[in-house]
């Protein structure tokens, strides 16, 4: 199935610490923000592959193994990456 950006940084978000939150109300669309930062900065896209690493780092061993079997690499795309944990951690994009 074919996912928005917009969807994936969703899902995303509902397996991120509580720190880092969804924003729809800035930008002109939806971004996710840190709430430690400041002045409330968005995430930039080029920071969702650290933020996917966040994720997987907290995951138990099961959900590492079968995260590794979905990959197959570890040169994923954020994109792809959200894919594998929303389906590893049940949620729905």
């Not at 720190?19 to 930062?37: A, H, I, S, Y």
């Not at 996917?52 to 994923?76: D, F």
Request: some cysteine; charged content about 25%; proline content about 2%.
């Amino acid at each position: 199935m074919n996912y928005t950006d917009n969807q994936l940084k969703a899902a995303l978000a509902k397996m991120l610490p509580e720190k880092v939150r969804w924003n729809t109300e800035r930008w002109n669309g939806l971004t996710m923000v840190c709430q430690d930062v400041r002045n409330n900065d968005p995430v930039l896209d080029t920071e969702l592959l650290h933020l996917c690493w966040l994720v997987e780092e907290n995951a138990n061993v099961y959900e590492s193994a079968e995260l590794a079997i979905i990959l197959l690499a570890y040169h994923a795309s954020w994109q792809q990456r959200v894919i594998a944990l929303a389906k590893i951690k049940g949620i729905e994009i």
